[in-house]
């Protein structure tokens, strides 16, 4: 019996991007935790792109909020 490919035709998509594209200029609000704490893992490290399946920019754009939001202490810099 062959077994079946999960995902192959897939395409991940941006979860920031609309139907029209990538909108400028990209950002992503440091204050928001709930959306920040899903493109971290449980010790807090980002997600890369192929795991998160963000675009480059908004990338970019969510590793700097990351890394501010946890200047600002709004998150931890290491996990449990």
Request: a positive charge.
């Amino acid at each position: 019996m062959p077994r079946k490919r999960l995902g192959r035709n897939r395409k991940n998509r941006c979860r920031f991007c609309t139907h029209d594209g990538c909108p400028r200029p990209t950002f992503v609000d440091f204050k928001d935790v709930g959306l920040l704490k899903k493109l971290c893992t449980n010790q807090n490290k980002i997600f890369s792109r192929k795991r998160s399946g963000n675009c480059a920019a908004f990338q970019r754009a969510s590793s700097l909020a990351i890394k501010r939001a946890r200047v600002m202490a709004l998150i931890p810099y290491v996990g449990e």
